[in-house]
């Protein structure tokens, strides 16, 4: 059964730093593009990066770029992001998904930055 489940959220004060885990069962992470999303409340689902399924490409959004980083790791079938410099305005719940025919989310790992 493919399943996706996020890891790694938390509380950490501004400038602080994190690293969320996507851990992928049930398919072959090597042949699938990986997508990070994120949702602040009252606000919509943004993406935050992608990495391509050779990992050679990587993407991030405006807000983030300079400060995150997404890797994987296929011997552990997993996708990460670390996150450097949070900001308050990167309170979210983030989430991964991939996309088989159609597309699969985790269920989210909570962020909080805040003092």
């Known amino acids: 059964q493919l399943q996706l489940v996020e890891s790694g959220g938390g509380l950490v004060q501004p400038g602080g730093s994190l690293r969320l885990s996507c851990a992928a069962a049930g398919f072959n992470l090597d042949y699938y593009a990986i997508n990070w999303f994120r949702q602040a409340p009252g606000k919509e689902r943004e993406g935050v990066s992608c990495i391509s399924s050779d990992g050679g490409t990587t993407n991030y959004a405006d807000s983030v770029k300079g400060r995150f980083t997404i890797s994987r790791d296929t011997a552990k079938s997993t996708i990460y992001l670390q996150m450097n410099s949070l900001k308050p305005e990167d309170t979210a719940v983030y989430f991964c998904?991939?996309?088989?025919?159609?597309?699969?989310w985790g269920p989210g790992t909570q962020v909080t930055v805040s003092s």
């Open positions: 998904k991939v996309t088989l025919l159609r597309d699969y």
